[in-house]
């Protein structure tokens, strides 16, 4: 006797089945494309604005410390303007080092996510073969059922699996096959 709810082959109509697949992943495909195609570009775009921002108040810093350079000010504030354009330098230098270290951890990112999304749409891939089973695994019995039926031989019971679609279609079967058989149209 057969265990009912065991699975055999996944793909027991594979051109179906794979037209399913496709028609689930390719859209996948194209969102995430789609997607991580606008995040990288806003990614650039932060990065850039980020960059350039740093760049204009550093400029400004030192064109107004440039302005304040006077020689009849005195050696003091000569000095402290001196130590002021130091410093100036010394946070540019800090701010560059930290926006360079933003960058690489976008570049790392943008890695990670061009990573998972051949493992995203493997499992997608995955998940639509498994439904795809649920309807063409019941589908192909049926057919083999329906045939032997056509050639006037009776068949065991029929069933779908728990998960199995068109759950209606196997029950409107049986009772065609016990209509069959209980008037005598179906060899044993």
Request: hydrophobic share 45%; net charge positive; glycine share 6%.
């Amino acid at each position: 006797m057969k265990t009912q709810g065991k699975r055999g082959a996944y793909f027991v109509h594979p051109s179906s089945q794979i037209k399913y697949i496709a028609m689930t992943i390719v859209p996948a495909l194209i969102m995430s494309i789609f997607s991580i195609f606008l995040l990288f570009k806003s990614g650039e775009n932060l990065m850039r604005n980020e960059k350039l921002k740093l760049a204009q108040e550093t400029a400004s810093l030192y064109q107004t410390l440039k302005k304040l350079e006077n020689p009849d000010l005195g050696i003091d504030l000569i000095d402290k303007i001196e130590v002021m354009r130091h410093e100036l330098f010394i946070l540019q230098h800090t701010l560059e080092m930290k926006h360079y270290k933003d960058l690489v951890d976008w570049i790392n990112t943008k890695v990670l996510l061009l990573t998972i999304l051949p493992i995203i749409l493997m499992c997608v891939g995955i998940l639509a073969l498994l439904y795809s089973h649920r309807i063409a695994g019941p589908l192909y019995r049926l057919e083999k059922h329906l045939n032997m039926l056509s050639e006037g031989k009776n068949t065991p019971p029929f069933h779908f699996r728990k998960y199995d679609e068109f759950k209606e279609v196997g029950v409107a079967f049986e009772q065609l096959r016990k209509k069959m058989e209980e008037k005598g149209y179906l060899k044993g």
